[in-house]
């Protein structure tokens, strides 16, 4: 059942990373065009020669790039759903999206309030190491952040939907607000705007939020389908975690 679930999840990976990956090469590639180009103001005909011949290769890497990153995601999706879905408050595809909303949550939100997406021509005040090292911290505190939210709903659901959503939003709430505060000093923009900078880390966190809910909506859609032709284990599973 467990090589079951994780197919499903690569399944719904490579579907969520295709679109992932156009969108790259069709929005955030000129993003770091544009900004590169920028960086590098002055050098003229050699920088835009070398951005012209490198442009179909970019655009492949970026479309291969987002369907192994989906790949990925959804991979590990679909083992934490078969561990987690009888805990997960809701009933059906909700399910995948409060795991998607907590993936999110973890590996791109709280880490994000300290190390936002380094926009091209960025330099970062922190060596690549300790970067790497807070990182993978952030993505631990996320997961409990995530769980302290899931479990409050879980816990406040009696007393009713909306007084639960109250109670799951506290945690991220919380953590949203504070660790900004403990942040260590940012990344310099150098010749690039900061409006740019800007825009680019808001066209990244977009991105990664419809990259978790196009994989929570195409895993929903095959959980259906296995449930549907194979009977309704994926219910009785659910039902484990039901009072």
């Known amino acids: 059942m467990l090589l079951r679930y994780l197919e499903r999840g690569v399944a719904a990976g490579a579907i969520a990373g295709l679109g992932y990956g156009a969108f790259v090469a069709a929005v955030v590639n000129p993003f770091v065009e544009h900004a590169e180009s920028l960086v590098h103001y002055g050098h003229g005909h050699d920088h835009a020669h070398s951005v012209a011949v490198a442009e179909t290769t970019t655009a492949a890497v970026g479309v291969g790039g987002g369907i192994l990153w989906g ?101 991220v709430a919380v953590v949203v607000v504070a660790l900004p505060l403990a942040a260590p000093a940012g990344a310099n923009g150098g010749a690039v705007p900061g409006e740019l900078v800007a825009a680019f880390r808001g066209v990244v966190v977009s991105s990664q939020a419809a990259l978790w809910a196009v994989i929570a909506a195409s895993y929903g859609w095959l959980h259906r389908r296995a449930s549907g032709s194979t009977g309704a284990s994926a219910v009785d599973r659910s039902s484990l975690a039901d009072p």
């Open 71 to 171: 790949i990925l995601l959804g991979g590990m999706f679909g083992l934490a759903y078969y561990v987690l879905e009888p805990s997960l408050p809701g009933t059906g595809t909700m399910k995948a999206y409060v795991l998607a909303g907590a993936g999110f949550l973890t590996v791109s939100v709280v880490p994000w309030l300290v190390l936002p997406p380094p926009a091209p021509g960025t330099e970062h005040a922190l060596g690549t190491d300790a970067r790497l090292l807070i990182y993978v911290a952030l993505m631990a505190l996320g997961a409990l952040v995530g769980a302290a939210s899931i479990l409050g709903y879980r816990r406040a659901a009696p007393r009713g939907r909306a007084f639960a959503v109250a109670v799951a939003a506290v945690p």
